[in-house]
């Protein structure tokens, strides 16, 4: 690769980061993502590690599911996503597993690629007729790894270690709260530089009027930012198979929607998310519930 190629993807590589961050931003959940991210109070199924794993507690079923997101429509991009979910008895709760991939790679070099492994496990403490409040937690491995400078040198690799924890709450099945704290450790990737990790907290609620319609809100602040982003978004059944959804997000202001399609028992979600200044973000995913 010529030396003027290689700095122009690293720059981008680097705008690209200002953006997104290492190791964040990044979320599988189509049905998720076109309600404007907003998913801290609400099921998120196989994903619920993403978004709040104490939501795992809501599967009776073993789930399996994957993912592709394109960020801001550029082809050297790569983000991958796989998950599975395995109901314990019933007291257990639901365990699951998730991978991530996030890479920029270049005529057939790799510059950089962030590799996330989790164990989730969420829980009922109560659950009644009336109300619930489940717990969850992820252990998560981070691996960042880089590719070779202009010399040929490989650049090497990090691994660290996070943990981030969730509660969700429903009162009569109408109303919904739930709060989530990412990588509450304080985890940092880097050998000689050490690069701090995002740490999160974010606290939403939701609402379900009626069957079929879903509204949501979460309000998600970094601990590194001085600013609140609120996400929100909503959800609408116009058929058994067909969903709808719209939101949308401050700082920055982006527009979402998609839809998904109910197959018996495959579920397929697209969604799309708008950017003030980049391009657009596509996000695909299938799941199968066994």
């Known amino acids: 690769m010529k030396k003027s190629t290689f700095s122009i993807i690293i720059a981008l590589l680097f705008y690209g980061n200002l953006f997104a961050g290492l190791f964040d931003d990044r979320f599988p959940s189509p049905k998720i993502a076109a309600m404007g991210g907003s998913g801290v109070a609400i099921g998120s199924g196989v994903w619920a590690s993403y978004y709040n794993p104490a939501a795992l507690s809501q599967l009776s079923n073993i789930q399996i599911g994957s993912a592709y997101v394109r960020p801001f429509n550029l082809t050297f991009f790569n983000n991958f996503f796989g998950a599975g979910a395995y109901p314990l008895p019933k007291k257990y709760g639901t365990l699951s597993v998730s991978f991530q991939y996030f890479g920029v790679d ?5 510059l ?5 492994f989790a164990l989730s496990h969420g829980f009922y403490l109560l659950n009644d007729i009336n109300s619930s409040l489940a717990f969850g937690y992820s252990l998560k491995g981070y691996s960042w790894t880089l590719g070779t400078s202009v010399e040929g040198v490989d650049l090497g690799s990090s691994t660290t270690i996070g943990i981030d924890v969730g509660f969700q709450a429903a009162v009569y ?3 919904f709260v739930g709060v989530y704290f990412l990588n509450i450790n304080a985890p940092q990737v880097g050998d000689i530089t050490k690069h701090d990790l995002p740490q ?3 606290a939403g609620l939701a609402y379900q009027p009626y069957s079929g319609v879903t509204t ?3 309000f998600n602040r970094s601990l590194d930012a001085d600013e609140t982003e609120v996400w929100g978004g909503a959800e609408f059944q116009v058929f058994d198979m067909l969903m709808l959804r719209f939101g949308g997000t401050t700082n920055p202001n982006r527009f979402t929607a ?3 399609l109910n197959i018996n028992k495959i579920r397929i979600d697209y969604a799309l998310r708008t950017h003030s200044e980049l391009g657009e973000t596509h996000v695909f995913g299938v799941e199968y519930i066994f």
């Open 112 to 116: 950089s690629g962030e590799y996330t």
């Open 106 to 110: 270049y005529e057939g070099e790799n």
């Open 258 to 260: 998609g839809l998904g």
């Open 216 to 218: 949501t809100l979460d």
């Open 173 to 175: 099945s109408r109303t």
């Open 200 to 202: 999160r907290i974010v």
